[in-house]
């Protein structure tokens, strides 16, 4: 598999689409168990559910990915987490604007 992959606490990221490929958005497929609390001061992200169940709590608000195609925006500088509500880790594709980068990824320490 070409894609770059990326171990994050409690998720493993395949980049897809990177800034290198096209400099207005990136593109990955992630496998979720349980993320760390973050958010991203310039990137927005999109997460569409590939398969499992799904939590993402954005603040204080938990949305449930339930079905596949089923579809959350995560706005700038928005706390959020998920984690997989089924035994196996969850799949979401995620699409962010612009490209996502490590550099933008900022742990938080807001109780979730």
């Known amino acids: 598999m070409p ?12 980049e897809v689409v990177t800034e290198k490929d096209d ?3 990136s593109f990955a497929v992630a496998e979720i168990e349980q993320s760390q609390a973050h ?3 310039k990137t ?11 939590e993402v709590r954005i603040g ?7 079905r ?5 925006t995560i706005p700038l500088d928005a706390v959020h987490s998920a984690r997989s509500l089924v035994r196996e880790r969850s799949w979401v594709a995620v699409l962010t604007l612009p490209p996502w980068s490590s550099k933008d990824q900022h742990i938080s320490n807001e109780p979730r």
């Not at 894609?3 to 395949?14: A, D, L, P, R």
């Not at 927005?44 to 799904?54: M, R």
């Not at 596949?68 to 959350?72: E, F, W």
């Open 44 to 54: 927005i992200e999109v997460y569409i559910l590939i398969s499992g169940k799904l």
């Open 3 to 14: 894609w770059k992959k990326i171990e994050v606490s409690g998720e493993t990221i395949y």
């Open 60 to 66: 204080h608000c938990a949305i449930i990915l339930s």
């Open 68 to 72: 596949p195609g089923d579809i959350v």
């Open 23 to 25: 400099p207005r958005f």
């Open 39 to 41: 958010f991203h001061k």
